[in-house]
């Protein structure tokens, strides 16, 4: 039984799923809305136009770069091996941290310049011979399976 803030859904069995597979014609989901919403209805109705609109979009951006998902044929033909020709777009830097504030950032960035020259000077220290290396705190390799000392 429904209660008034839960909605079934029924999602329809795709066409390229072959009855003697044994899938079922339908499956429902159980859509529940956050506590914060009152009612089901309004929440649903949103949730399905928002994601009606970003698969318009999408479609949209495939059709004017000439690509389309693969069907059943393409994907039974595929090598489970086969990778990729093109590379994904990346979105320019690939940040270590981020941060809400630019002075935020500025020190997150001094301290960790100042952990890689520090470790970089035991690392260096500990390679040339000597034992009684501090690396600084936050090296986790070298402590856990080398032996090596970390300062506290």
Known sequence: MLTQNCHDEFIKRLAF????????????????????????????????????????????????????????????????????????????????????TRSVWRRAVKRLRAFRAAYRRAYEAWRSGETDVEFPEGTWWVVRCANALVAT
Do not use: I, N
Request: hydrophobic letters at 35%; one cysteine or more; aromatic letters at 8%.
């Open 17 to 100: 799923l072959r009855e003697e597979q044994r899938y079922p014609e339908a499956v429902a989901l159980r859509l529940t809305p956050p506590a914060c919403f009152p009612e089901a209805a309004p929440y649903l109705d949103a949730l399905r136009k928002l994601v009606d609109s970003r698969l318009k979009t999408l479609r949209a951006q495939w059709a004017r770069e000439g690509r389309r998902a693969l069907g059943r044929k393409a994907v039974l033909h595929t090598r489970t091996t086969a990778r990729a020709t093109s590379r994904k777009e990346q979105f320019g830097r690939s940040p270590t941290f981020s941060a809400v």
